[in-house]
């Protein structure tokens, strides 16, 4: 590595910057925070760009370090999408990649269906030793940040990998219940109630497990209801979603698919995540049929196994006046205020 000393400083402050820069940010601060608490003490919880903490003791020997034992040659998967010679484009990789050297002793934890099963079928319920995160009881925290007219509110529990054979249902029924602007969380609290101008639910499927969250924001006086709300809706879910509302999600989830996959460098991007993530590249193709075979019963399944509202973290960000005195869920509650909350 050629990078100085005085370069990685440049670095660290401009990291700095852009973290002191979500403390201004309510919805951004939430975000992290919601992350941070939801993956407790696993790797997940860290923010890609560190925390505060962490950077300031970072010196040039341990970008070096890390270099020398992460970006290496059998960690590492090229992909080239376009318009080329197979033979032409593996001697070109070769030329330009032989002096390319490395050794490390870094364990990359495996992802295969047998390593996964051992550890167990679901994510859930893993020790705090495992390099599965572990969610065992749902927990309440509300954050009081003086002056906030609105309130951030995110609502969310330990997911799947994306290897996970639920992952088509899982997605589908995201979709269906808040992954898109027509989706039945949008219509129910924003459309016919009123309480937010944004709200939806998301799916982030990790190598290891990901978590799926519900993320708006309202007014302090409607905190309470809109929060009661997102969970009526929630345990009505599987009653509510009918045939035609699943043919329009799945109809909106394929073309949105083959719209990502337009340019080669989005092509190019998916088939590294693939291989990262130990998926057979040969699932690309059969992507459509298989959100296309998703059918209600399937969607019931994921609200009865993974949607019960056991197990769920919630976080709340408010001024220091707003409280709600009953919550829609049994769980230890944790008030903080801002400045408690460290990134």
């Known amino acids: 590595m050629r990078q100085s000393q005085k370069e990685i400083e440049r ?46 003791n970072i010196k040039r020997e341990h970008v ?53 099963k051992n550890e167990s079928e679901t994510t859930l319920s893993k020790s705090s030793n495992s390099i599965f995160p572990s969610l065992k009881e749902s927990k309440i925290y509300v954050i009081h940040k ?43 609290i924003r459309d016919d109630l009123g309480l937010t101008y944004s709200i939806y639910s998301q799916l982030k499927p ?44 799945k109809a909106h989830l394929s073309g949105s698919f083959l719209l990502s996959q337009e340019t080669v460098e989005s092509m190019a991007s998916t088939l590294l995540l693939y291989r990262s993530l130990g998926l057979p590249s040969e699932e690309l193709k059969n992507w459509r049929s298989k959100v296309e075979s998703i059918n209600l019963k399937q969607v019931t399944h994921i609200a009865q196994n993974y949607w019960t509202g056991k197990n769920v973290v919630i976080l709340v960000l408010t001024d220091e006046k707003t409280k709600i005195e009953k919550w829609p869920i049994e ?3 944790s008030e903080l205020s801002f400045e408690e909350v460290p990134l």
């Open 206 to 249: 990790g190598m290891m497990t990901g978590h799926w969250a519900i993320q708006t924001f309202t007014r302090n006086d409607q905190l309470s209801k809109t929060v009661q709300e997102i969970f009526s809706l929630l345990s009505k879910f599987q009653d509510l979603a009918s045939e035609e509302d699943l043919k329009q999600a």
């Open 146 to 188: 003086p002056g906030l007219s609105q309130s951030q509110i995110r609502i969310g529990t330990l997911a799947i990998p994306r290897t996970h054979p639920d992952y088509f249902q899982y997605l589908v029924s995201n979709h269906l219940f808040g992954g898109a602007f027509g989706a039945l969380l949008n219509q129910k």
């Open 11 to 56: 670095l660290k402050k401009q990291y700095q910057a852009e973290l002191l820069q979500i403390r201004d940010d309510p919805s951004d601060f939430a975000s992290l925070s919601f992350i941070k608490k939801l993956y407790d003490k696993h790797p997940y919880a860290t923010p890609q760009l560190g925390t505060l903490d962490g950077l300031k």
């Open 64 to 116: 070096v370090s890390f270099y020398k034992g992460h970006l290496i040659p059998h960690n590492a998967v090229v992909a080239v999408v376009g318009d080329f010679e197979t033979s032409k484009m593996h001697g070109l990789l070769e030329k330009f990649f032989a002096g390319w050297a490395g050794n490390s002793h870094v364990v990359i934890p495996s992802n295969s269906e047998e390593s996964r």
């Open 331 to 333: 769980a230890s509650v």
